[in-house]
């Protein structure tokens, strides 16, 4: 006799699973590069619903938000509100997502070395191209490249009104630096040069020229872009 019941699908508890598909044991036999960005986030958030188990609520996260630059993006006040989250996995989420950011742009006993401006733009997007206000930043390097610093010099819209380029150098000669790298995010998404961006630039580098501080490039940067100024010939 044909019924109208809805069909109700299943997803096995992560002790449910074979011992070989949890990720716990999965990251503790083959290492943490082998597991899939759901399965990371499976071992923070711990536990599911009872509807899906965890695997499925990371993968259901990750779809939403596009990834995980996304779901770091992701305010805190909308995602304790998702079904599986609240505030104690969110907390550790936006933790986690700190931890990782702090890691990359840090790392004191091992200065990154910047030889191209892919490296540069490596160091920097992971945390600029989320943020949703401008930022410019001043990474600072000694005179084999090595980053001595990353140093924060205005927040709010590039321009010359604003901008004392005087001020973008004050901490690379506190610390006796051979050169910077400018850089600023579009919160946009779209990392082509402004007019204005040029007119900074150009500011910059022949102030960079008087001080004796070489300005190897100024980045435009967003989530998944970046552009050279230096590469295109604008204000170099």
Not at 68 to 85: D, M, N, R, W
Not at 104 to 133: C, F, I, T, Y
Request: charged fraction near 20%; include cysteine.
């Amino acid at each position: 006799m044909a019924t109208d019941a809805p069909i109700v699908e299943y997803y096995p508890t992560i002790k449910e699973l074979p011992e070989g598909e949890r990720p716990r044991e999965r990251l503790e036999h083959y290492g943490a590069p082998a597991l899939s960005s759901a399965e990371l986030l499976a071992i923070i958030l711990r536990v599911g619903t009872k509807d899906e188990n965890v695997i499925r609520l990371a993968q259901r996260l990750l779809t939403t938000y596009n990834g995980l630059a996304g779901l770091a993006q992701a305010p805190f006040s909308e995602l304790v509100t998702i079904k599986g989250l609240g505030q104690a996995k969110t907390t550790q989420l936006k933790a986690a997502f700190e931890l990782g950011r702090r890691l990359l742009v840090a790392a004191p006993h091992e200065r990154p070395m910047v030889k191209s401006p892919a490296d540069a733009a490596n160091l920097l997007m992971l945390e600029m191209g989320l943020l949703e206000q401008e930022h410019l930043r001043a990474v600072i390097l000694d005179s084999k490249n090595h980053v001595l610093k990353v140093h924060t010099i205005y927040i709010g819209s590039l321009n010359t009104a604003v901008v004392r380029v005087g001020e973008l150098f004050r901490e690379a000669i506190r610390i006796n630096a051979a050169a910077v790298i400018v850089a600023h995010n579009h919160p946009s998404g779209d990392p082509t040069p402004s007019a204005e961006d040029v007119h900074v630039t150009r500011q910059i580098v022949e102030a960079g020229k008087l001080l004796g501080i070489d300005v190897l490039d100024h980045l435009v940067i967003c989530q998944a872009r970046w552009v050279s100024l230096k590469e295109r010939g604008l204000g170099f």
